[in-house]
């Protein structure tokens, strides 16, 4: 197995600004975010929060429309095992009834930090996604049975992204979704 390079590799720009400009547009300065950012940061050279908010967001959108189509080979490779269980215990649930669940997103309207630390080795930080989207679930027949299969809905929802910065692996992975009402 090839050992890790001897040198950290190159800081993302973000880590070489000062700290009140650090993580603007991101966290705000002195604030808990953004403490937990520069934990991670510390921990993690390579982590870049820009990078990271722009895979969470294909992220939450692939997840939804997987969630939706019943792809479970998708989400094992997004989801951590607990998360995993959870979506897939629903899919079960809808096919059992013989239900069907369509989702096609019109937008992300925002993708907002509002936790991030570091617990020993595992980095996890929490985004507040606004989305609109088109969804409804079906019965055998075909019929809405919830939701609306033309008209566009808002759609908030809170999910924590982790991953072990000791790891090779980049990928971050769900830990827990929540929907806001």
């Given at each position: 197995m090839p050992s890790r390079p001897a040198e950290a590799p190159p800081r993302p720009a973000e880590a070489s600004q000062?700290?009140?400009?650090?993580?603007?547009g991101i966290a705000e300065?002195?604030?808990?975010?953004?403490a937990?950012?520069?934990a991670i940061a510390t921990a993690d050279p390579g982590f870049d929060a820009k990078h990271?908010?722009?895979g969470a967001r294909t992220a939450y959108e692939i997840i939804v429309t997987s969630f939706a189509k019943g792809d479970r080979r998708q989400l094992r490779s997004l989801l951590s095992r607990e998360a995993y269980d959870g979506f897939d215990a629903a899919i079960t649930e809808r096919e059992g009834r013989g239900e069907t669940a369509e989702t096609r997103f019109v937008s992300i309207d925002g993708s907002t930090v509002t936790a991030a630390e570091l617990r020993g080795r595992t980095a996890q930080i929490t985004i507040r996604f606004v989305s609109k989207l088109v969804s409804a679930s079906r019965d055998r027949s075909g019929t809405v049975i919830d939701?609306?299969?033309e008209?566009?809905?808002d759609n908030t929802e809170v999910w924590t992204f982790a991953r072990d910065i000791s790891s090779r692996d980049p990928n971050w992975?769900?830990?827990a979704t929540e929907a806001e009402q």
């Open positions: 000062p700290p009140s400009d650090r993580w603007k300065s002195g604030s808990a975010v953004a937990g950012l520069d990271f908010i722009t939701g609306n299969a008209k566009v809905s992975k769900i830990v």
